[in-house]
């Protein structure tokens, strides 16, 4: 069928070949694996550490940002083989492009948006709320502001707007100011757990797995899929309780497939985005297990705060000064997120413009920045609008079946393209394939089903759109509909 027709890997890299449409190579293995760390490493350790500890796994909580790390490795595997095989933008959507064909590469990439530009917007606000908590420590109150009833964010969409010029004006810049707030976040995290070390009470290890406790089963469309399927209740504590917790603080990995997307401006891709992958996500593994055994080293697991919990631990301890200082890593991380995350967005819609199934106007790169600015611009309003007018509490898990259904793509293609071009010069294998990508794929797909039902009919809602979209409008304008053989057809821009 021709909506399976797929793209094969010379056809993509020559496509990156084309003078409007060729993005610079200004990457290290250095810059890669900063971008994952400035995207992974977000509110996530200052607040789901303790969180997940208090009401989940207790002090074992280390065990699940263990596991979860290991789930998220099985599928970094898996990137790293295709990133290094295909250096191409587009992360999922180009690898299922060349296993998969033109119609899952087009899901695929309608899912990236979904979670990219919704997962931008909700950090968007996140930043605002620290921002808006360090102002009011130092007497300063924002004014609020309506418009036709409906309160704005303003802080939201500025930082978005800031962010959105950084993109523009090239990825070498974006990649030094990461850099710089990387390094600030992390300082406060090394700190965190160096000062933390001296305020650890060694009984509050003990237990280190309590006793299962059965928690309220959720009703209705918020109750987790898996309890609506098969009648499994959620368990607090105790082992079931430790994979229970490793299904929550999973998201606070979200992020390192986000590199991938940077293939195709890396000087060296077959060497570095390995490298960059995993990594990132290796440094951020272990910081997330050294946070967690600190912080409930410092207090009682069933004592920790539900919103700020590190912080609140040292405030416990007396040393009301490191609470402020993570306040300030927040927002350095918050920041970091939020222009990765758009990064990413734009070099996925880059790559669908490229290929037709979108405006391919959109593609054109800006000939002095090397920087698709257009679609750069189009998606920092989008993520300005969704920031400053909407609310996103009840959709961000949307974010999360996103994300793990790229994962499940990624770890079976790797399979398929080992069947169908073995003959490809792959700088990284993932190993023991098919054993490690069906692994990948299981759990994944297990995290999934632990989302409420109501997240899945929304995914499932976006997906219909797509479909629609893809048809009325993708199908037609396609450039690979148009190739004879090797040569394809010079389309109008």
């Given amino acids: 069928m021709e909506i399976f027709r797929t793209k094969t890997v010379e056809q993509s890299i020559r496509d990156t070949e084309e003078p409007e449409h060729q993005l610079k190579r200004r990457l290290s293995a250095v810059d890669l694996t900063v971008f994952g760390i400035g995207v992974i490493v977000g509110t996530g350790i200052f607040v789901l550490t303790g969180r997940v500890a208090r009401d989940t796994a207790g002090p074992a909580v280390a065990l699940s940002f263990i596991i979860a790390g290991i789930v998220c490795g099985l599928a970094a595997l898996c990137y790293a083989e295709f990133a290094s095989t295909i250096p191409v933008a587009g992360s999922a959507y180009t690898f299922a492009f060349a296993t998969l064909g033109e119609f899952p590469a087009w899901i695929i990439g309608w899912d990236l ?40 964010n303003y802080p939201a ?52 797995i309590p006793s299962p406790e059965p928690t309220a089963a959720v009703q209705g469309l918020d109750a987790p899929l898996i309890q609506a399927l098969f009648g499994i209740t959620p368990v607090a504590y105790g082992v079931l309780g430790i994979f229970s917790a490793a299904a929550i603080v999973f998201f606070a990995f979200i992020g390192f497939d986000i590199v991938a997307t940077a293939a195709e401006e890396t000087i060296n891709p077959q060497r570095d985005l390995p490298r960059g992958i995993i990594g990132s996500l290796a440094i951020c593994t272990f910081l997330y297990v050294a946070v967690s055994l600190v912080v409930v080293g410092m207090q009682p697991y069933k004592q920790l705060s539900e919103d700020a919990p590190l912080a609140d631990a040292f405030r416990a301890v007396g040393q009301p000064w490191i609470a402020s200082l993570i306040s300030i890593g927040a927002i350095a991380g918050l920041t970091t997120v939020v222009m990765i995350l758009m990064l990413g967005q734009t070099r996925v819609l880059f790559a669908m413009c490229r290929d037709g199934l979108l405006p391919r106007v959109l593609s054109k790169v800006h000939p002095k920045y090397g920087t698709p600015a257009r679609i750069t611009v189009v998606v920092g309003l989008v993520t300005m609008l969704l ?56 759990a994944c797909l297990y995290l999934m089903m632990n989302l409420p039902v109501i997240t899945w009919l929304r995914f499932f809602l976006w997906m219909i759109i797509g479909v629609a979209v893809y048809f009325c409008y993708g199908y037609w304008h396609s450039r690979v509909r148009g190739w004879r053989g090797s040569a394809p057809k010079q389309p109008s821009v």
Avoid: D
């Fill in 113 to 152: 948006m979904l979670e990219m530009a919704l997962a931008g917007a909700v950090v968007a606000v996140g930043w605002s709320g620290y921002f808006n908590s360090l102002l009011n420590t130092i007497g300063v109150n924002l004014p609020k502001f309506e418009v036709l009833g409906v309160e704005v």
């Fill in 157 to 208: 969409m500025a930082i978005v707007a800031i962010l959105t010029v950084v993109l523009t004006l090239g990825i070498k810049l974006s990649s030094r100011v990461n850099l710089t707030i990387v390094v600030i976040k992390v300082a406060v995290i090394i700190l965190v757990i160096i000062a933390g070390l001296f305020f650890i009470n060694p009984t509050h290890y003990t237990p280190f």
């Fill in 387 to 442: 920031s400053g007018v909407v609310s996103l509490s009840e959709l961000a898990e949307l974010v999360n079946i996103g994300t793990l259904f790229a994962f499940v793509v990624v770890s079976a293609g790797v399979v398929i393209l080992r069947k169908t071009h073995p003959e490809l010069h792959r700088a990284f294998r993932t190993p023991l394939v098919p054993v490690l990508p069906i692994l990948s794929v299981l």
